[in-house]
């Protein structure tokens, strides 16, 4: 059973124009979402995070939008830019032990 | 800024050999974790650790052990490789903070090819 979900498993979309990446959760007990920005032949690296308390958290072009009630969250880069061009996990934190739990990720894809 | 390296970017490996995946954190963190990422399927955890000599079977673990020696270094062995273990294989070192939750650190990744 996937507690954390990612349904677009990819997503084209217009330099300038705004990228909106969503992710679904079933566990109600996470308290923290996270969002990771991957590139070929690289590891992951930490982009943007909303507390559970929260529904939206900004940073730059990036914003994180919580919706609670729907298990939902999505994430907004605007303007997209092609440097953004990369595969996007969403991740919650499943338990005591700090373990990430991950989506299956969905591939930006920003023309110029 | 915390580092976490990998021994290798790119590894090719025969079927039935024994691999060690090495990974390295200079953070004194406790928690260090073994993912796998394959297309459609997102980053699946193989195996945790969260302290010296302990160790924890993630969601995937079968084909895999861990060796936890020193807390700085977790590393991967695949005891015998076959070839649907061909994959990604990313390290990551987890730690608690105040402000942004659970924050993970990756390495660089190993493209493991077995044939």
């Known amino acids: 059973d996937q507690q954390v979900k990612q349904n677009s498993p990819s997503l084209s979309v217009q330099e300038g124009r705004i990228s909106i990446l969503n992710c679904d959760y079933t566990n109600s007990m996470f308290d923290y979402f996270l969002w990771y920005k991957k590139y070929p032949a690289e590891g992951p690296t930490f982009l943007i995070s909303?507390?559970?308390?929260?529904d939206k958290n900004e940073d730059g072009r990036f914003t994180v939008f919580l919706n609670k009630s729907a298990k939902h969250l999505s994430l907004h880069i605007v303007p997209s830019q092609p440097g953004d061009s990369a595969v996007y996990f969403c991740?919650?934190?499943?338990?005591?032990?700090?373990?990430?739990?991950f989506g299956t990720g969905t591939l930006l894809a920003v023309q110029p | 800024d915390v580092k976490v390296t990998q021994s290798s970017r790119y590894l090719v490996k025969r079927t039935g050999e024994k691999v060690f995946l090495e990974c390295v954190q200079d953070?004194?963190?406790?928690?260090m974790f073994w993912y796998r990422q394959d297309p459609g399927l997102g980053l699946r955890l193989i195996y945790f650790?969260?302290?010296?000599?302990?160790?924890e079977k993630g969601d995937i673990p079968e084909g895999y052990s861990v060796s936890r020696e020193k807390k700085e270094r977790f590393s991967l062995i695949l005891e015998s490789a076959s070839t649907n273990q061909t994959s990604m294989y990313l390290c990551?070192?987890?730690?608690?903070?105040?402000?942004?939750?659970?924050?993970?650190?990756f390495g660089q990744g190993t493209r493991l090819t077995v044939v």
């Open positions: 909303i507390s559970s308390i929260k």
């Open positions: 953070m004194d963190h406790e928690n």
């Open positions: 650790s969260y302290d010296v000599k302990m160790k």
């Open positions: 990551a070192s987890i730690f608690r903070t105040g402000g942004r939750g659970t924050e993970a650190f």
């Open positions: 991740a919650a934190p499943g338990g005591a032990t700090n373990k990430l739990i």
